[in-house]
């Protein structure tokens, strides 16, 4: 697709005019010892992705959190296992101290993942692959291969980019620095969720428990992709994020289309009405005053967004796109709300596609929330806005005289785990000091992203440590996070080791 | 729910009007004839309704058509199995003549079915089961009862209302007249066609081949249910049909909809966009010029519509709608074309539901085309007004060239079995005959329908045969036909039998 290309060349150049300032990063000798421990670094992260993390099933989480303990434990950590409550999912914390270490870096990932019952997994989430560079990605045996490993090559299962990935990354960075005698520069403290991908229920009591034990100078969130150009960015926030479904009603009973279909209201026609009543094809969302609350983007932030690489063209020839939404800028959009329709589900298709009009049907919406937006009165005013559009809504199946009063019913249940958007300044001295340790590493200027435009929780955190976060991203961009055949490139793992080996000895401020 | 008191009122005083004529009527024999013999005429039912014949199984149906036969042989019939070509679908035929008659009824239905698959159904589609009148329908042991059956009993099954109840009407009337003595007035053909719910992709080539035995001077189609009012009615044609599924693509990856979701297009939004651009909710049908071909409502077909009894109020009561769409009178909307949306499928719901843009989005239309349409010139007119809305149209998943060269690409496959109107003058003396005919067996002017709002491939089969149609429906109105736990009640069955016996032996032009 070229972006390796590009990012070789400029590289290239880059490490020119970094000059003096390479000498102080670890990288060359993480990258020798590496080179010599490709197989071992796999096989220690193929053992952790084949543990089973789906975010619901807290057995699971609970197996994974004991393994990560022992993992750290094993290189020198105090560690132990953190809940809110008994019963809810651990939370693994460890702590290593660096004598004479002025900061103290709390690095955060997390451990649990996605569902995964979506189909069209190539080989089972739980069961890591190894496959060869896109599009072919054919199985390849890694373990039997003779000289270094290609690293476009692709592993493919549950987490690999989010976030086991940087989880396998600070564990191999510290192996590595060990190994090569290169001592930490600051304390160093992990905390890693067991819950992030069920909307995070219990971790904000869980950290205001322990609020003493987690306090640091700087949190490192290591979650999200890289830049879609290949290149090392960070960031300073994320998103956040209110869900919800809607169902509407027709008839009681489903009826023929041929004899009713003129005078019977369709839900199926309904839904679609009202989901192009909360969001147009070209993303606009056309409830009055939606992004009211939104903080205004301030100058820095917009020549950050300017100074991000181009890679929309190479993004849609590469997704079969035509065309795109909103902004032409990819992160254009992240300081604004984005109405998503996950999911509509109404009637059958398919060989029992029957001529009726179906009795209900359902769509299922996430709202990313920009810096200033609440979940609260993104949800006042969705409803108030449907309300306006003559539904009545509900909360539970509408009985008889709620369907003969109103002409139109539908009944919204909002998602557990929503959540407000987090923004750190972007100029602040951790901040600058991570921008400059990765610079030193990769040999090029770090990527600013003001805000990525997922979410999660971290503005709990956040508020609770009262600590500035970066976050730094180690996955390629294209590694189906959230969705099936999640994978990551060798060559991300690989830098990923080189970029958290920095953090860890050669950051300063 | 009203009906079956407004139904014995409005019949008793009805009857005492007809006065004399009553007295040509087989009714009342064939009335004591059933009240002695329900329970072996329910069992002959259950029998015929345990041949599972759903239309996509070609062997079912044979299965079908072979039981069919024997039971009309064992009534004295010359009967053949007729195809269109070897290894299509059979129908049915049979043949009576009477001795001394001028005219040949041609008496059609359909012995296949509705696919099965949607959940919902109380017992299994082929194992038919006796319930209680509604809401209780609680299952009831018929074989064990004393005294004669409930007629607010509903038989539940497959086909109970399309089309076999017509059928076992038919067999029980000629069982009835036989008993009593009474000979047909007419020669009788039967025409039981094996595909009507596939489409009837080989019905008119084999109506073709066999024109010469299928010759007669009327055909009586016993499709369709009885009006919403419980009162027996007639109709004179059907309307045409033509479906389509729609698939629209999005990314050819699925798309974490925080990081992608302001810039990426959504194929969920351009699937409901694309809906609500061919139909609106109020069910009106944005296309330019889509009903221009319509043929003009008479007069005479306006002042039938008029006459029909008002069932809207209860309708929406017991359907649980707190509106209707379209003309306020159901039937009004039969004339015109109706643009129904019996599917979309997009992304997941329920538990799995991801925060992903998915790859694709696709949904399922049928479009009821009214006299003087046809399905090439509506395709022509919806597919010219989606390329008018900016969509490029394929008929294949489309390649990476068609979609980087295309904003909005949508895959339109038309369903097989399209078909048009049609509609016999109501005038005519063999359908006043018929009419005459029924409202002597029921003692009250029977409701005339110009058109049904459902479709079949009658219309072929009314032009090879040169013959005036009339619809006979005797199935109760809320029988769900089409969908999960079709039933018919007792009440219309027993009615059915005394409205064909009618036919058989009473009907005279």
Do not use: C
Not at 397 to 402: G, L, R, W
Request: proline share 7%.
């Amino acid at each position: 697709m070229g972006f390796s290309r590009i990012l070789a060349g400029a590289a290239a150049a880059l490490a020119l005019a970094a000059g003096a300032a390479e000498a102080a990063s670890p990288a060359p000798q993480v990258r020798a010892w590496r080179q010599s421990n490709e197989k071992a670094i796999v096989a220690d992260f193929v053992k952790l992705l084949s543990l089973p993390n789906v975010a619901t099933n807290v057995s699971d989480v609970e197996k994974n959190a004991a393994y990560l303990q022992e993992l750290l434990k094993g290189r020198g950590f105090a560690t132990q296992l953190l809940t809110a409550e008994p019963g809810t999912p651990p939370s693994v914390f460890g702590e290593l101290k660096t004598p004479g270490a002025r900061r103290t870096v709390v690095f955060y990932a997390h451990f649990d993942g996605q569902p995964v019952g979506q189909k069209g997994w190539v080989t089972p989430p739980f069961q890591p692959s190894m496959r060869t560079a896109l599009p072919e990605a054919t199985p390849v045996d890694w373990q039997g291969a003779a000289g270094p490993l290609d690293p476009a090559w692709r592993l493919y299962a549950r987490s690999t980019g989010d976030d086991k990935g940087s989880i396998q990354s600070l564990l191999s960075a510290l192996d590595a620095l060990k190994a090569t005698g290169r001592k930490p520069s600051v304390n160093i403290k992990v905390l890693w969720e067991g819950e992030e991908e069920q909307g995070s229920p219990h971790f904000e009591a869980l950290v205001r428990k322990h609020k003493a034990l987690l306090k640091g100078d700087l949190l490192i969130m290591g979650d999200g992709p890289m830049h879609q150009s290949g290149r090392q960015q960070i960031n300073f926030g994320n998103r956040g994020i209110a869900g919800f479904k809607a169902t509407v009603y027709g008839p009681t009973r489903p009826l023929h289309d041929g004899h009713y279909g003129s005078w019977a209201p369709s839900p199926t026609v309904m839904i679609a009405s009202l989901v192009m009543s909360l969001r147009e094809d070209n993303g606009r969302i056309p409830i009055p005053g939606f992004a009211d609350d939104v903080t205004p983007v301030s100058a820095a932030d917009k020549a950050a967004l300017a100074a991000l690489p181009d890679v929309e063209t190479d993004l849609k020839t590469s997704l079969g796109l035509g065309r795109n939404i909103g902004e032409g800028r990819l992160a254009d959009g992240y300081l604004a709300p984005t109405f998503n329709v996950r999911a509509i589900h109404a009637g059958d298709t398919g060989p029992d596609a029957a001529n009726a009009i179906a009795t209900e049907a359902e769509a299922s919406f996430d709202i990313r929330l920009a810096p200033g937006m609440t979940p609260e009165r993104a949800r006042e005013k969705t409803e108030a806005y449907l309300a306006a559009q003559g539904w009545k809504i509900v909360r539970d199946t509408p009985d008889m005289p709620t369907r003969l009063q109103n002409p139109k019913v539908v009944r919204i249940n909002w998602d557990d785990g929503e959540s407000v958007a987090t923004k750190t300044p972007m100029d602040g001295p951790a901040a600058a000091a991570v921008a400059a340790s990765i610079g030193r590493t990769v040999g090029y200027p770090v990527l600013k992203l003001p805000i990525v435009g997922a979410s999660s929780g971290m503005a709990k955190i956040v508020d609770a440590l009262e600590v500035p976060m970066v976050g730094v991203s180690i996955a390629n961009y294209d590694n189906n996070q959230h969705s099936v055949n999640e994978n990551i490139t060798l060559q991300a793992l690989w830098g990923g080791i080189e970029v958290y080996a920095g953090l860890i000895s050669d950051l300063s401020w």
